[in-house]
């Protein structure tokens, strides 16, 4: 591995939403770059293949569902024990239920929010506390686009990510001086397992490429290049930021088509 490869040797890093998507291609990117990391998912079939398919031998995983909050304060505490240390935690754990604002229920508010927010928290306090006593260390918070703009039907989505923004700036405020920075990265449309499988997009993506200036949906490796910028030295002083991640989709509200020749095919 070479020496600009190499940024996280030695350290000790924690992946929730680590089995697939985003969160899969986030251990492999550190692993990659040297660090030890153990990936956190609820399905440990899955947590198998992240190991097998990781760079090196760098990668080790955890069943832990985050919605249970004793569950998140173990995973957090063994996880020290096992890596000997933790200097990043990275917050991927995510989910969302398509539901229309007057559709949805008790039952899916709560393990949204307790998925995609409530978790992050409390795996963020445990770390916190841990890195606290250890000189510093980083947290990184995986939003999304949909903290700042509305998409529907996701109202219990959108609530737990702008959530998730604010967590991100008030942590970052309060731990500062403590050596702890908080950021966050709010990804665009990414192309992971999930979309892929979702027939009915799949029908509508053509259009809706058109609404992202590159024409194209991002790749999970791009979402983890910025997540590992934000926990690395690179990024010292930056502190309390969200960065989108869209290509800029999020810049303009209207794109007229007959502007532009065709959009090809990918």
């Not at 020290?80 to 995510?94: K, Q």
């Not at 978790?119 to 000189?135: C, I, L, P």
């Not at 969200?242 to 090809?264: C, H, L, N, S």
């Amino acid at each position: 591995m070479s020496r600009s490869m190499a940024r996280f040797e030695h350290k000790k890093v924690v992946v929730t939403g680590g089995s697939s998507g985003i969160g899969r291609a986030i251990v492999h990117a550190f692993a990659r770059e040297g660090a030890s990391v153990l990936a956190v998912a609820r399905r440990a079939e899955r947590l198998a293949e992240v190991k097998e398919q990781a760079p090196g031998d760098r990668v080790e995983t955890a069943v832990c569902d985050v919605r249970d909050t004793a569950q998140v304060k173990e995973m957090v505490r063994a996880a020290i024990a096992l890596l000997g240390g933790l200097d990043v935690l990275v917050n991927c754990a995510g989910i969302a239920h398509m539901e229309p604002v007057l559709d949805i229920t008790e039952e899916t508010w709560d393990e949204t929010l307790a998925t995609n927010l409530t978790g992050a928290f409390f795996a963020s306090q445990e770390a916190a506390r841990h890195m606290v006593t250890a000189g510093g260390g980083a947290i990184v918070n995986v939003s999304s686009i949909d903290a700042f703009v509305a998409e529907s039907p996701a109202t219990h989505y959108c609530a737990s990510k702008a959530g998730m923004v604010m967590l991100t700036q008030c942590m970052a405020f309060e731990l500062g001086h403590l050596g702890i920075r908080c950021n966050a990265v709010a990804p665009g449309f990414t192309l992971t397992p999930m979309t892929a499988d979702d027939t009915a997009f799949a029908e509508l993506y053509p259009a809706y490429r058109r609404r992202i200036p590159v024409r194209r949906a991002a790749r999970p490796e791009e979402q983890a290049n910025v997540v590992l910028f934000l926990a690395s030295d690179e990024a010292s002083y930056v502190n309390g930021e969200t960065i989108m991640v869209d290509a800029g989709q999020t810049k303009g509200f209207w794109y007229y088509p007959r502007m532009e020749p065709p959009v090809p095919e990918q």
